[in-house]
């Protein structure tokens, strides 16, 4: 799965931007995008960040609107060359996230857009185990990604997006049960909603 179309998209960030406008466009835009994640939490200036797989911060500059505290993990290093000449306020690491050089118990906030469907099934799980590791006792973790969709009329779309730039760990993805996943490494759930005809989740849980 996934075409040419995959491997230019992450080579020429002008297209990567360009395919994210067209795609926000299903929930009213990029910038009301940026904000499912975090509608209803409680952040302010000293909350401690973790923009968790941050590619080339996009979503890194939104959190700076909410907290100073920010740092952006991510394993590429074109990607993050990217995010710190776009948004160089923030603090940076380059790791997977299955492996996170970071401390327990530092971080208020995890967030996370529209990449653990790049995971495996064991990744997945990998990586919550360490998001729930790196967050403080009531830290939140947030993440925004696709869904199978709940309304037959979006199923053309997704897949056809999903045959043009996704690969098959897309496909796994939607057909987890991700807020179950997170419950089983202790996490409570917060929030759980559905957008574009329940092509998109979006899951907030707490430790």
């Given at each position: 799965m996934a075409?040419?179309?995959?491997?230019?998209?992450?080579?020429?960030?002008?297209?990567?931007?360009a395919i994210s406008r067209i795609a926000a466009l299903s929930v009213g835009g990029e910038?009301?995008?940026r904000q499912l994640a975090l509608q209803?939490?409680?952040i302010n200036s000293q909350s401690k960040i973790l923009d968790l797989c941050c590619g080339s911060g996009q979503a890194t500059q939104v959190l700076l609107q909410?907290?100073?505290?920010v740092t952006g993990l991510d394993a590429s290093p074109l990607s993050l060359q990217r995010a710190k000449n776009n948004v160089p306020e923030a603090d940076y690491v380059q790791a997977f996230a299955e492996d996170m050089p970071l401390a327990d118990n530092t971080f208020d906030l995890v967030h996370t857009s529209v990449a653990m469907h790049e995971m495996k099934p064991e990744q997945l799980r990998l990586i919550f185990s360490q998001v729930y590791r790196?967050?403080?006792?009531?830290?939140?973790?947030?993440?925004?990604d696709f869904h199978a969709p709940t309304n037959p009329l979006f199923w053309p779309g997704i897949s056809v997006f999903m045959w043009l730039f996704e690969t098959e760990t897309a496909w796994q993805l939607i057909n987890t049960?991700?807020?179950g996943?997170?419950?089983?490494?202790?996490?409570?759930?917060?929030?759980?909603?559905?957008?574009a005809g329940g092509s998109l989740q979006v899951i907030q849980v707490r430790k």
């Amino acid at each position: 799965m996934a075409t040419i179309l995959r491997s230019w998209s992450y080579q020429y960030q002008w297209l990567y931007d360009a395919i994210s406008r067209i795609a926000a466009l299903s929930v009213g835009g990029e910038g009301r995008f940026r904000q499912l994640a975090l509608q209803g939490l409680s952040i302010n200036s000293q909350s401690k960040i973790l923009d968790l797989c941050c590619g080339s911060g996009q979503a890194t500059q939104v959190l700076l609107q909410y907290s100073q505290n920010v740092t952006g993990l991510d394993a590429s290093p074109l990607s993050l060359q990217r995010a710190k000449n776009n948004v160089p306020e923030a603090d940076y690491v380059q790791a997977f996230a299955e492996d996170m050089p970071l401390a327990d118990n530092t971080f208020d906030l995890v967030h996370t857009s529209v990449a653990m469907h790049e995971m495996k099934p064991e990744q997945l799980r990998l990586i919550f185990s360490q998001v729930y590791r790196v967050l403080k006792p009531g830290g939140v973790f947030t993440l925004v990604d696709f869904h199978a969709p709940t309304n037959p009329l979006f199923w053309p779309g997704i897949s056809v997006f999903m045959w043009l730039f996704e690969t098959e760990t897309a496909w796994q993805l939607i057909n987890t049960d991700l807020l179950g996943l997170l419950q089983e490494f202790g996490f409570q759930e917060l929030q759980h909603h559905l957008y574009a005809g329940g092509s998109l989740q979006v899951i907030q849980v707490r430790k």
